[in-house]
C-alpha cells in the first residue's frame, strides 16, 4: 500500500516529508529516526499522525494531536460541533495542508460528505467517474453502482434521485477509487430515520466485503457503537478518549452490553442519560 506524506508547516518535519519512499513502514522509520525519537517498528497502519496541529487566526483546532488506524480497522469518531473533526478528516483527505506534525495516509483514499455533492449536468454513472484520471469505462461506474444498489438509476440525472439514493452514488464515487481509506465526513446526517438505518448497514456491509480502513466522523453516538471496531473521542482539539467496541457483528441496539457503551459514550460527550431516560 503507498503511502502518502502530507507536507507540514514546520520546515525540519517538511524537508523529510519531501523526500520519496518506498514504503509505508520505512516512511515511518524515516520520520522518526531524523526527528530523534525512537525507532518505530513496522505496523500494518492505514493512517499514523504524530504532533498534528492545526490553527485558525492564532487558535489552535487541532493541538499536537496523534492518531493511529490500522489497515483494515473501522473508527468512529464523535465529538461536540467546532471540535476539530471535520478538520481533522480534511486534513485525512489531503484537503488541508497547511498543518504542523506528521500525517501518513495511503495514497488511495476516498471522501463522502453529508452532501453527495452530484454535478447537476451529469447523470449518475458520470458523477461516479467524475475526477478519475484518464478516460475511465462507464463499466467501471456501473460496477460501483450496483454495489451499491443504485445500478439501475445509472442513466438518472441527479435532481430525480431521493437523499438515500444520492448517497449511494456518493459512496459508489468513493468506492470507485478502490481506496484503502475511506474517509466518511457524517454522511447519514441529512437522511431520514429510515434511510438512515439502510445506508448504516450498506456501509457495513461494503466495509466488510472491502476489508479498507474507514474513518467515520459522526455526532451518532449509537451509530458508532453499531459500526466501529473502536470509537475515539475528541475534545479540544485532541483524542481526549479512546473505547474499544468488542461486541459481535450483526451488532444488537437492545443488547445491555451496547447500552452500557452507548451511556459511557454519551457520558464522555456530556450527556445525562439518566435526565435522557426520564
Do not use: Y
Not at 160 to 188: I, K, M, N, W
Amino acid at each position: 500500500m503507498a503511502t502518502d506524506v502530507h507536507r507540514p508547516v514546520n520546515p525540519q518535519v517538511s524537508q523529510v516529508s519531501d523526500r520519496p519512499q518506498a514504503s509505508e513502514t520505512s516512511q515511518v522509520s524515516q520520520v522518526t529516526a531524523e526527528s530523534g525519537a525512537s525507532p518505530v517498528p513496522p505496523v500494518p497502519q492505514a493512517v499514523r499522525v504524530e504532533g498534528l496541529t492545526r490553527s485558525f487566526d492564532g487558535r489552535a483546532v487541532i493541538d499536537d494531536l496523534r492518531l493511529d488506524v490500522r489497515q483494515g480497522e473501522f473508527v468512529a469518531l464523535l465529538g461536540r460541533s467546532g471540535c476539530g473533526k471535520s478538520t481533522l478528516l480534511r486534513i485525512l483527505a489531503g484537503l488541508d495542508r497547511d498543518i504542523e506534525g506528521t500525517v501518513l495516509v495511503p495514497r488511495r483514499k476516498a471522501v463522502a460528505f453529508q452532501a453527495p455533492r452530484l454535478m447537476p449536468w451529469k447523470k449518475v454513472w458520470r458523477n461516479v467517474l467524475l475526477g478519475l484520471p484518464g478516460r475511465p469505462e462507464r463499466a467501471l461506474a456501473d460496477r460501483a453502482l450496483e454495489e451499491v444498489g443504485l445500478d439501475h438509476r445509472s442513466d438518472a440525472w441527479p435532481k430525480t434521485l431521493s437523499g438515500g439514493e444520492a448517497q449511494r452514488a456518493s459512496l459508489a464515487r468513493a468506492l470507485v477509487r478502490e481506496p484503502d481509506l475511506l474517509l466518511l465526513d457524517e454522511p447519514f446526517g441529512a437522511l431520514d430515520a429510515l434511510t438512515r438505518i439502510k445506508a448504516q448497514r450498506l456501509v457495513g456491509e461494503l466495509w466488510r466485503r472491502r476489508g479498507c480502513a474507514v474513518l467515520l466522523v459522526t455526532h451518532d453516538v449509537e451509530e458508532a457503537v453499531l459500526l466501529a471496531d473502536r470509537v475515539l473521542v475528541m475534545d479540544d482539539g485532541v483524542i481526549a478518549h479512546e473505547q474499544r467496541i468488542d461486541l459481535d457483528r450483526p451488532r444488537d441496539i437492545t443488547d445491555p452490553r451496547f447500552a452500557e457503551l452507548r451511556a459511557g459514550l454519551l457520558a464522555r460527550l456530556g450527556v445525562d442519560t439518566a435526565a435522557e431516560a426520564a
